[in-house]
């Protein structure tokens, strides 16, 4: 059963306990009602995924009270700043680079150096985060492939019973998600339209480029152009190690290999999805001098569907 929560004080304590404790929870923004666990918990943000049914990972959103919260995980730059204090709070995501030690899991932003933040438009929204104290991933709040929810009904239809609670915030004014600007790389460019216009932006930062959202850019298992790509050689489905290979194990690890990352020891999808993206990490940085890294098999159902997606990525022919 998913709680419904009265939007007041005494529903948002609760919300944001649920939340800090690693549960999911629906809450409404100005835009849409978005899914939102810890996103420095990568346990709670696997969740978020399965709740949707995504059969991919993409990189979520992370919103904070304001926008000095947000530039304390993020490298802020003059374009952003002219733009937070222009659009926040409000209907704006703004992708820019992590911070060193940024507390943000790597599954919050599948494992890209950058990040999506923003402030949302509700006060209420920003009451709650404040109670959490830490940052909340929160893609829209409906199964993959459905449409955005605007109350807390349309999230029960989708969500109820996958999710522990929503908070019923009223009808979302925009109805439609946020903009969101790469602001990461010394130009503004557009990579979703949404509740702030690109000519609104322009008047505050001068022209902004129009760009391709991740998905989009990532249909394809070989374009990774923006993505993370190991550095050694992956070789997926692997049911013995070969030579020098590095071991990424899910269950009972293959023997032979030197070094080992284990995604979850006990077989567990969640697990695995949680470690994911720092396992990768950890191998290629570790794996000096081995042959490649062999990846045991992860069953192609339910998170499954995902974690493959994201391991035929690296292992797909660099160009
Ligand atoms: O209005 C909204 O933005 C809603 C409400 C709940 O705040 N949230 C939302 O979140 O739409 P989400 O997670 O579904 O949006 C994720 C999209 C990605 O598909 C991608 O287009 C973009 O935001 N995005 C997020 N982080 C990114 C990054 N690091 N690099 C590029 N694009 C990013
Ligand atoms: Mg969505």
């Not at 100005?30 to 399965?50: C, H, K, M, P, Q």
């Not at 979850?264 to 990490?281: M, Q, T």
């Not at 062999?294 to 569907?305: R, S």
Request: with cysteine; hydrophobic share 50%.
């Amino acid at each position: 059963m998913t709680e419904l929560l009265a939007d007041d004080a005494a529903g948002r304590a609760r919300a944001a306990a649920l939340l800090r404790a690693g549960e999911l929870v629906g809450f409404g923004t100005e835009t849409v009602y978005g899914l939102g666990a810890d996103a420095t918990n990568a346990r709670a943000v696997a969740g978020i995924f399965a709740a949707k049914g995504r059969p991919h990972f993409n990189p979520l959103i992370c919103h904070y009270p304001d926008a000095a919260a947000a530039f304390a995980d993020v490298e802020d730059n003059a374009a952003a700043r002219a733009l937070a204090a222009a659009f926040w709070p409000g209907p704006l995501t703004m992708v820019l680079k992590r911070r060193e030690g940024c507390p943000v899991a790597l599954l919050t932003g599948a494992g890209l150096e950058t990040l999506g933040v923003r402030v949302p438009g509700n006060a209420n929204a920003r009451a709650l985060l404040w109670a959490v104290g830490r940052p909340v991933a929160a893609p829209s709040a409906n199964r993959s492939g459905a449409v955005s929810p605007t109350t807390a009904g349309h999230v029960l239809e989708g969500l109820g019973g996958r999710i522990t609670a929503v908070l019923d915030s009223g009808p979302c004014p925009v109805g439609v998600e946020s903009t969101v600007v790469d602001l990461s790389g010394g130009r503004a460019v557009l990579l979703r339209p949404g509740g702030v216009s690109r000519e609104a932006l322009e008047a505050v930062v001068g022209a902004v480029e129009m760009g391709v959202p991740i998905l989009g850019a990532l249909r394809s298992p070989g374009m990774l152009a923006s993505h993370y790509a190991p550095g050694l050689k992956v070789r997926l489905g692997a049911r013995e190690v070969r030579g020098n290979e590095a071991l990424l194990a899910f269950g009972a690890p293959l023997a032979g290999a030197g070094l080992v990352f284990q995604l979850s020891a006990v077989g567990d999808l969640a697990e695995a999805a949680a470690n994911l993206f720092a396992g990768l990490r950890w191998l290629d940085s570790h794996g000096e001098g081995l042959s490649g890294i062999a990846v045991m098999v992860v069953p192609e159902e339910g998170l499954g569907l995902a974690i493959n997606d994201r391991l035929a990525r690296a292992a797909a022919p660099r160009g």
